[in-house]
């Protein structure tokens, strides 16, 4: 059974940081393509970042580079999602997604497997 678990969300003011976990069981982790994703209160979703480890592709959403660093660790298959120089506009339900083709996950958004949401919320 695949499983995405996310986690570390929270409450943080604006200028914090905030660092998620994705821990993925179920799949070939070094295979696959996993990617954080988010959506805000009356918005639609968007992709934050997608990685593969066992090719080295990382990819970000070009408002999220700078501030958002995404990396993995293979050993506890797991995904982190370091947040930094936070803003309200950041408030959102973070999802981890997981695909073993990059097009399905990151070009159409329409990953193989969803994990629950972390809601992370930035006041001002």
């Known amino acids: 059974e695949v499983q995405l678990q996310a986690s570390g969300g929270g409450l943080v003011q604006a200028g914090g940081s905030l660092r998620l976990s994705c821990a993925a069981s179920?799949?070939?982790?070094?295979?696959?393509?996993i990617g954080w994703f988010r959506q805000a209160p009356g918005k639609e979703r968007e992709g934050v970042s997608c990685?593969?480890?066992?090719?080295?592709?990382?990819y970000y959403a070009d408002s999220m580079k700078g501030r958002f660093t995404m990396s993995s660790d293979n050993a506890k298959n797991t995904v982190y999602l370091q947040m930094n120089s936070l803003k309200p506009e950041d408030t959102a339900v973070y999802y981890c997604?997981?695909?073993?083709?990059?097009?399905?996950?990151?070009?159409?958004?329409?990953?193989?497997?969803w994990g629950q949401g972390t809601l992370v919320t930035v006041s001002s």
């Open positions: 179920g799949f070939a982790f070094d295979d696959y393509y």
């Open positions: 997604a997981a695909d073993s083709a990059f097009w399905r996950l990151w070009v159409l958004s329409r990953p193989a497997y």
């Open positions: 990685i593969r480890s066992s090719g080295n592709n990382l």
